[in-house]
């Protein structure tokens, strides 16, 4: 089945200091990607929406300055915490749908436990 | 998209039946019943969708309602790996990309 791959899959750093995440789509062309946050206990909430292309669309509520999304591929999109602070520590997931990819559209990566110290 | 309500927990015996309900009441034509899991600090697996005929695959049953207002997600053999939240979500086509809006869901927990 289709696959999308998530890196790392945790990372620890110190606030103040940008941290990348990466998510590929390996086996079909992800014309969108999308990003959501869970902390803990907590269900999935969609933080923006990305075309390949074009600039991301941000869910209320979420900085766009804070989580630079670059979707410049069909098969990758990154998220970039910037300046990142203890509360910005949670579990970052991508999911991705386009073309070639399964009938049933959304895959999801298998996602990146952030940790500010 | 439709708001989907779900129990907030269940518990199912190793081998039986667990029958995971979803409401939907706000459901519009065109949109399709999804079911995720997701497993301890993984990222969601897709289980099955559907609009409205009953579907099944190799990991389950879905029943839509004749009037697709609620669901029933079934693995008919549950197993101890089964244990996970599950997300009944309701959006708009199958592959334009509309975005996937997780509810809280239901936690699973299958007994030995």
């Given at each position: 089945g289709a696959v999308v791959s998530q890196h790392p899959s945790w990372v620890i750093c110190k606030s103040g200091t940008s941290v990348?995440?990466?998510?590929?789509?390996?086996?079909?062309?992800?014309?969108?990607m999308f990003w959501y946050r869970q902390f803990p206990k907590q269900s999935l909430m969609l933080m923006a929406t990305s075309n390949e292309g074009s600039k991301a669309t941000?869910?209320?509520?979420?900085?766009?300055?804070?989580?630079?999304?670059?979707?410049?591929s069909l098969?990758?999109?990154?998220?970039?915490v910037t300046s990142a602070h203890p509360e910005d520590s949670s579990f970052y997931i991508c999911s991705a749908v386009g073309q070639g990819g399964p009938n049933y559209g959304y895959t999801f990566g298998s996602g990146t436990r952030l940790t500010v110290v | 998209d439709a708001?989907?309500?779900?129990?907030?927990?269940?518990?199912?015996a190793e081998g039986r039946a667990a029958n995971l309900p979803c409401n939907h009441s706000t459901i519009s034509g065109n949109e399709y019943v999804y079911w995720y899991?997701?497993?301890h600090s993984q990222g969601p697996q897709y289980i099955i969708h559907g609009l409205k005929n009953n579907e099944t695959n190799e990991m389950a049953s879905l029943i839509i309602t004749e009037d697709r207002k609620s669901s029933t997600l079934i693995l008919p053999h549950a197993t101890l790996r089964d244990t996970a939240?599950?997300?009944c979500i309701v959006s708009s086509e199958e592959t334009s990309g509309s975005r996937l809006t997780f509810g809280e869901g239901t936690q699973l927990t299958v007994n030995p």
């Open positions: 990348k995440i990466e998510c590929r789509s390996l086996d079909f062309q992800a014309t969108t941000y869910e209320q509520g979420v900085e766009k300055d804070k989580f630079l999304i670059n979707h410049a098969t990758l999109s990154t998220l970039t | 708001k989907t309500t779900q129990p907030p927990s269940m518990d199912c899991r997701q497993i939240v599950y997300y």
